[in-house]
T-cell receptor, first 112, second 115 residues
Framework: DAKTTQPTSMDCAEGRAANLPCNHS???????VYWYRQIHSQGPQYIIH???NNETNEMASLIITEDRKSSTLILPHATLRDTAVYYC?????????????FGKGTKLSVKP | EAQVTQNPRYLITVTGKKLTVTCSQN?????MSWYRQDPGLGLRQIYY???????DKGDVPEGYKVSRKEKRNFPLILESPSPNQTSLYFC??????????????FGPGTRLLVL
């Protein structure tokens, strides 16, 4: 699975959009971009995933650049409960289907 | 409600005293796995199971055993716990099939302290 690079930490004001970047410059054609988050020692929680098109669900939006070398997770109206560590993970079809390789992630702090 | 449950949530034990951490899921998932999380090292996979009676080692299997006798349960066994197994443990499950890698659902975690 391709390696990802994320900023160590970010701050966001409550009610504003939080934009979390992820670099995955070595991503290959069959690899998906997944985002999980972990709120203070709770179990990681799935947020969203995509292959090449932008995706949106009730939690967030995922914007993947045309060359697929980077992506941005957008939380449109961040709340204090969105304070967490956010992990960007690249996963391929087949291969190590189950082992999620968690990096260090981005610690997002949403401030009042 | 779809969920992964773990028991116990907190455990303090002594070196060498066998223990089992249970994991159960109600989503009929084929795939289950165990991770441990340590400061500065992130989450690392211990063991996983692709289906009943099918288990395999993850990245850090030493000192652990697992079994998968039923689809819903995947207990983690520490035959002789040592202090370096003090950690936060997570169980996870997902379905299997064609297409994109499946979303994994995580349990709430078990915090283990081995004295």
């Amino acid at each position: 699975d391709a390696k990802t690079t994320q900023p160590t930490s970010m701050d966001c004001a409550e009610g504003r959009a939080a934009n979390l970047p992820c670099n995955h410059s070595t991503i290959s054609g069959n690899e998906y971009v997944y985002w999980y988050r972990q709120i203070h020692s709770q179990g990681p929680q799935y947020i969203i995933h995509g292959l090449k098109n932008n995706e949106t669900n009730e939690m967030a939006s995922l914007i993947i650049t045309e060359d697929r070398k980077s992506s941005t997770l957008i939380l449109p109206h961040a709340t204090l409960r969105d304070t967490a560590v956010y992990y960007c993970i690249v996963r391929a079809l087949g291969g190590s289907q189950g082992n999620l390789i968690f990096g260090k992630g981005t610690k997002l702090s949403v401030k009042p | 409600e779809a969920q992964v449950t773990q028991n116990p949530r907190y455990l303090i034990t002594v070196t060498g005293k066998k223990l089992t951490v249970t994991c159960s899921q109600n989503m009929n998932h084929e795939y289950m796995s165990w991770y441990r999380q340590d400061p500065g090292l992130g989450l690392r996979q211990i063991y996983y199971s692709m289906n009943v009676e099918v288990t395999d080692k993850g990245d850090v299997p030493e000192g652990y055993k697992v079994s998968r006798k039923e689809k819903r349960n995947f207990p983690l066994i520490l035959e002789s716990p040592s202090p370096n197994q003090t950690s936060l443990y997570f169980c996870a499950s997902s379905s299997r099939g064609q297409g994109a890698p499946k979303t994994q659902y995580f349990g709430p975690g078990t915090r283990l302290l081995v004295l």
